[in-house]
């Protein structure tokens, strides 16, 4: 098996999955369920890659564990947050000027770009199952980075469903726990992973371009469709927000301003 033959069966894969998710989006009327499946999107092309690579290295397996991890996580937790709401608003406001269109515009402009982006963002790991390089210090390191991540990204998850299910938070911000050090520690701890999973997929040796990975997920948590994105419109419907960004880190941990 090729790097380039495992490349685009993955991408075939995607594509092909993607599509049966858009037409699910369809029949439900929702197109937020391409958020759910982000996370479990990568567990997909892990898999692959771990049966097409036949990989039975230590990395191969430490990779494919990481990125199950993970995605299954992550999509457990959004299915559970999202399970029964309506179409998230991102999404209704892409629907409203098209409407007679939108289900056509979505496959390409929604579900065939969130596959692509997977695709692209999982290179390192697809490329990571066919090294034959010894598991090193580079590696640990970025399984070390990695279980920060995932720590970070689950706890601050658990702390803001702990928050949002009391009955005195309409309206606020939580500004407790991790969300006192950075405005957003679930994007932090993602920020986290995939450079942790780089490390780990690249090694001493490995392919050092792949780099883009990492690199792309940054720019996606920070300028698309992470801290960017949501802060538009969240000091309109939280009014103390505004006091709570004078004074808390956007996006790495930092002690808040007094």
Known sequence: MTSLELLVGNLALIAATVSVLWLCSLWLKNASIADIFWGAGFVVITANSYRLASADTLRAVILLVMTSIWGLRLTAY?????????????????????QASFWVWSLPCIFWLQGLLIWL??????????????????????????????????????????????????????????WRYTRHPNYFGDFLVWWGIFLVAAGHHGPWWTIVSPLLMTLLLLRVSGVALLEKSIGDRRPEYRDYVSRTSAFFPWPPKR
């Open 78 to 98: 959004l299915g559970w947050r999202n399970w029964g709401k309506p179409e998230d608003y991102r999404y209704a406001a892409m629907r409203e000027p098209r």
């Open 121 to 178: 963002v999982a290179l390192p790991v697809q490329l990571g199952m066919l090294s034959a390089e010894p598991f090193n210090w580079v590696a640990a390191a970025g399984l070390l980075v990695w279980i920060v991540g995932v720590l970070f990204e689950t706890i601050g998850d658990w702390q803001l469903a702990r928050f949002k299910a009391r009955s005195d938070s309409q309206g606020k911000v939580l500004q407790t726990g991790l």
